[in-house]
Nanobody, 124 residues
Framework: VQLQASGGGLVQAGGSLRLSCAASGGTFSSYAMGWFRQAPGKEREFVAA????????YYAEPVKGRFTISRDNAKNTVYLQMNSLKAEDTDVYYCAADTYGVDPTNDPADYDYWGQGTLVTVSS
């Protein structure tokens, strides 16, 4: 499985961005996907995850009500819509695939494939 994340960039506080993660290889519709973020010198932090069919979704508390994860299994793509962005959302965002699981999980150790990361910078 290969994951290609895109959509990062520079945005003002209060603005929006949509990240995309395109998967190739494997059977995308059979496994859970997640988004994580990481700042230099810090541990990778869970952001959101979605189950194989999109019915089960899990958000980290800091992004609840502002971020929305979704997936399009026909396009082998998972999205992260980020609204009301704050300076503290500045990070490198990574998508990840849990090819052994169907339900969303917040544990990075459960994910066996990772994208290359896309930088999100929120200016205050």
């Amino acid at each position: 499985v290969q994951l290609q994340a895109s959509g990062g960039g520079l945005v003002q506080a209060g603005g929006s961005l949509r990240l995309s993660c395109a998967a190739s290889g494997g059977t995308f519709s059979s496994y859970a996907m997640g988004w994580f973020r990481q700042a230099p010198g810090k541990e990778r932090e869970f952001v959101a995850a979605i189950g194989w069919n999109g019915r089960h979704i899990y958000y980290a508390e800091p992004v609840k009500g502002r971020f929305t994860i979704s997936r399009d299994n026909a396009k082998n793509t998972v999205y992260l819509q980020m609204n009301s962005l704050k300076a503290e959302d500045t990070d490198v965002y990574y998508c990840a695939a849990d090819t052994y699981g169907v339900d969303p999980t917040n544990d990075p150790a459960d994910y066996d494939y990772w994208g290359q990361g896309t930088l999100v910078t929120v200016s205050s």
